[in-house]
Nanobody, 125 residues
Framework: QLQLVESGGGWVQPGGSLTLSCTVS????????IGWFRQAPGKAREALSC????????KYEDSVKGRFTISRDNAKNTVYLRMTSLRPEDTAVYYC??????????????????WGQGTQVTVSS
């Protein structure tokens, strides 16, 4: 089973930037696609982005396209989510997750088997 740990959350003013990290253990990262999700209080979990095992595919939801960038460093077993132009509506707990090994980026969150514990991002003035 893959273990995932998110870090890098915190408080930021509107218009600011943060970079989240998702560090994996239990296996080398290069066999895993990784997705980022978020959940705000009282709202359903929302898929944000996904990066495939070979970095040939990077997917973004419309709500974050052009503002968020996903990347991976297999040597560090880490996937990043660079978030810019942050808005109050980006406030949420952010999670990374992995589908089964050697899979691409699934079209549904229900195909992601392993999840991190989440990191809080708060955007306010």
């Amino acid at each position: 089973q893959l273990q995932l740990v998110e870090s890098g959350g915190g408080w930021v003013q509107p218009g600011g930037s943060l970079t989240l990290s998702c560090t994996v253990s239990g296996s080398t990262l290069n066999s895993w696609s990784i997705g980022w999700f978020r959940q705000a209080p009282g709202k359903a979990r929302e898929a944000l982005s996904c990066i495939s095992t070979t970095d040939s595919i990077r997917k973004y939801e419309d709500s974050v396209k052009g503002r968020f960038t996903i990347s991976r460093d297999n040597a560090k077993n880490t996937v990043y989510l660079r978030m810019t132009s942050l808005r109050p509506e980006d406030t949420a707990v952010y999670y990374c997750a992995a589908p089964p090994r050697n899979n691409g980026c699934p079209g549904t969150e229900y195909m992601f088997d392993d999840w991190g514990q989440g990191t809080q991002v708060t955007v306010s003035s």
